[in-house]
Each structure stands twice: as structure tokens, then as C-alpha cells.
């Protein structure tokens, strides 16, 4: 287990973190959103002891760290750049963390062989072992370098944005290829991302981090589906959120109103998820019951099982729908079509003027 105890880190007197606690299981897969200087590298640093916290404290299984320097606290560090050795084979890149690591090296040839062979077998490189890093995709050299920290056997993992400088296809496999490699592993990942597709996909448990804090801590699903704040659920580029004032039980968004839910008369956010919210032809067309928002057809934008419809709404500002393709065939629209987006009034979530969530929708798998 591992234990953040207020940790707050200045820079020229600016905090770039912010007393942050948080506890990590063993055998978890967490990963921590934010956008870029948000102070996700710096949580990481201080995790892995490259930084000393200004106050707070870091324990690992009930053992206070926060004193002890990088090479003794057992913890893999997957830097943000790979830091290969492009003069070293891919096998001698992954064998250097092993002859050379603080704690118990390994100096017998025949047993880093064999640990270096099962490990490149584990992140799929069985082949490479003799190419230079330098002669070797962005991807493979992602796997270099998780090898190369894994074949130390860390308790804890620490990743700063792997999949980063990799392209979306190579991206979408690896996702499934460090979940199983962290499974077969049994070791903790804390894998930090700016991409909320990333962080919603791989972890157990998603962390997010705003200038420094901490604002949401839970499984993926009740992070996406019950967004604690309306700064989560913009970081999660999957809501259109409305600002505006509520008047009675509705609420203005330019010159146009929307039915609120009840009991959310302090209203100042208004949050549809796209995968939410429908498209029906013209104006003053949306069935009973719904709410509704005229606005006309900008593009749209093919997503292989989705398209992403973009609609300007009259007062201006995007709105964004998401179709399934599993539910039908895409519709094709013409620019500044007069359309209606309109979604059930239970589907939307409310914020009130702090950003605290107010409403949400009830009904959602896997939240409680
Ligand atoms: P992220 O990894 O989320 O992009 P960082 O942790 O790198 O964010 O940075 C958080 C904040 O701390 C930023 O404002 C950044 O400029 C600042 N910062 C990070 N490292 C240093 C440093 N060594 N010296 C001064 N400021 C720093
Ligand atoms: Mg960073």
C-alpha cells in the first residue's frame, strides 16, 4: 500500500501540488487525469523521492519514505521520454536495470539472460533482442522501457503519459497490452495521462488533478457518469456544459430556457453527456417530455462504432452529440440544417454555483 499524507510541493512559491492524500492499493491499476500542468510529473517525482514534498508525507506499507532517497523505495519510474540507451541493444537496455539496480543485483549472466528473455516475451519484443534502440519504432522503444523498469520488479509503477508519443492504433493496443502485463505481474500501476479516453480505459481506480489538487478520486464509470464537479466533467471532453442562472425550475442558456430538474433550483451549470443527448430534424421537434435546444448542423466527424455530430446552438457555442453505430446508420445532415438536440430531462446532470454537483442521473451501471 501506498500512503500520500498532504503532500504540497512549491515552486518560487507556487504550488504545483497541493496538499494531496491518497491511498493506493496493492495489485491496482490507478490512473490520474489532468491537464498538462496540472502537476501530474510532479506527484509522480514525489512518489518515486526525485522531489522532496514542502510538507505532508509518503508512506509505503506503513513505512514512512518521504526521508528516503529514490534508489531504496523499490519503485519503477517509466519516464515521460523513453532515456534509452541508443548505443545498447534492446536486450542490453532491459538487462542494465537488473545488473545494476540498488537492491540485490543480479550479476550471474545466464540468470539476467534468462530473466531479460521472459521479460521481452512478456511485453511482445521476443526477436529484438539484438537491434540497436535506436533502430526500433516508438512503440517498440515504449516497450524497451517498460521491460527495462518491470525486469527490476518494483512494487509500485509509476508511468508518466507511456502512450503519449505513440499514434492512436498503436495507442489503443498497447492499452490493452499494459493491463494484462500489470495482471500477469501482479505489481501497482499509477499511470498518468492528459487523454480521459486512456484514463477512463485502463484503470481500476482514476484519480483527477486540477492546478495541483485532487478533485475526484473513484472507478472510471462513476467518474464519467456522476462528475463530482463541473471542472471533471469538462475535463472528461464527453459533456456539453451549459453556464447560466436558474429562474424558478428553469434555466436561461442565452435566450433560450431548459426545464430543471426538481430540487435544483440553485442551477449555474448544466451538464448532457453527448451519448445523452439525440438530433431531430428542424426546429420545435423534439418529443414530449424532453428538453430542447435549437441549433443548425456544422459537421460531423466518423469514428469507426460512433460518429460525433457538431451543432452550433442559436445563441452561439458548440454542442456536441455522440450516435452509436451499433443503433443505426449514421444520418447525414447539411450544413446549417435547422436542427433540435434534445435529451430526457433524468439524463442531465446539475451543478450549483460552487461547480458542486447538485443532480444526476440515477440510473447508471456500476455507479451506487
Ligand atoms: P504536468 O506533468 O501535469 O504537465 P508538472 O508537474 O510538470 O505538470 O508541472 C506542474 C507545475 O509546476 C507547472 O506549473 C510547472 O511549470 C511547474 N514546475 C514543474 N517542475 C518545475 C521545476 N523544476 N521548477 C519550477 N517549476 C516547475
Ligand atoms: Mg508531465
Not at 448542423?297 to 469507426?304: A, Q, V
Amino acid at each position: 500500500m501506498l500512503e500520500l499524507l498532504g503532500l504540497t510541493k512549491l515552486y518560487d512559491g507556487t504550488p504545483a501540488i497541493q496538499d494531496v492524500s491518497l491511498t493506493v492499493r496493492d495489485d491496482e491499476y490507478l490512473t490520474l487525469l489532468g491537464p498538462s500542468g496540472s502537476g501530474k510529473t510532479t506527484l509522480l517525482r514525489l512518489i518515486a523521492g526525485l522531489e522532496r514534498p514542502d510538507a505532508g508525507r509518503v508512506r509505503m506499507n506503513g513505512t514512512d519514505v518521504t526521508a528516503l532517497p529514490a534508489h531504496r523505495r523499490s519503485l519503477g519510474f517509466v519516464q515521460q521520454n523513453y532515456a534509452l540507451f541508443p548505443h545498447m541493444s534492446v536486450a542490453d537496455n532491459v538487462a542494465f536495470g537488473l545488473r545494476y539496480r540498488e537492491v540485490d543485483p543480479v550479476t550471474d549472466d545466464a540468470e539476467v539472460a534468462r530473466r531479460v528473455a521472459s521479460m521481452l516475451e512478456l511485453v511482445g519484443l521476443t526477436g529484438l533482442d539484438g537491434r540497436m534502440t535506436g533502430q526500433i519504432s516508438g512503440g517498440q522503444k515504449q516497450r524497451v522501457s517498460l521491460a527495462r523498469t518491470l525486469v527490476t520488479e518494483p512494487r509500485f509503477c509509476l508511468l508518466d503519459e507511456p502512450l503519449g508519443a505513440l499514434d492512436a492504433n498503436l495507442r489503443e493496443r498497447m492499452t490493452v497490452e499494459l493491463r494484462r502485463i500489470r495482471e500477469a505481474l501482479g505489481v501497482t500501476f499509477i499511470h498518468v495521462t492528459g487523454n480521459e479516453a486512456e484514463a477512463l480505459a485502463m484503470g481500476d481506480r482514476m484519480v483527477v488533478l486540477d492546478e495541483g489538487r485532487v478533485i475526484m478520486v473513484d472507478e472510471p464509470d462513476v467518474v464519467f457518469g456522476r462528475p463530482e464537479t463541473v471542472r471533471v466533467a469538462k475535463f472528461l471532453n464527453a459533456y456539453n456544459v451549459f453556464s447560466g442562472n436558474a429562474q424558478g425550475d428553469k434555466f436561461g442558456v442565452g435566450a433560450h430556457e431548459l426545464p430543471l430538474p426538481p430540487g435544483t433550483q440553485g442551477a449555474a451549470h448544466y451538464a448532457v453527456r453527448f451519448d445523452t443527448a439525440s438530433i431531430a430534424r428542424g426546429h420545435g421537434t423534439a418529443p414530449a417530455g424532453h428538453a430542447a435546444l435549437p441549433a443548425k448542423f456544422i459537421t460531423s466527424e466518423f469514428m469507426g462504432a460512433k460518429v460525433i455530430y457538431f451543432l452550433e446552438k442559436d445563441t452561439g457555442g458548440v454542442v456536441e452529440v455522440e450516435r452509436h453505430l451499433s443503433r443505426a446508420d449514421p444520418v447525414d445532415y447539411t450544413k446549417d440544417e435547422p436542427v433540435t438536440v434534445h435529451w430526457d430531462l433524468a439524463d442531465v446532470t446539475v451543478f450549483d454555483t460552487d461547480g458542486r454537483r447538485i443532480y444526476s442521473p440515477e440510473a447508471l451501471a456500476g455507479a451506487a
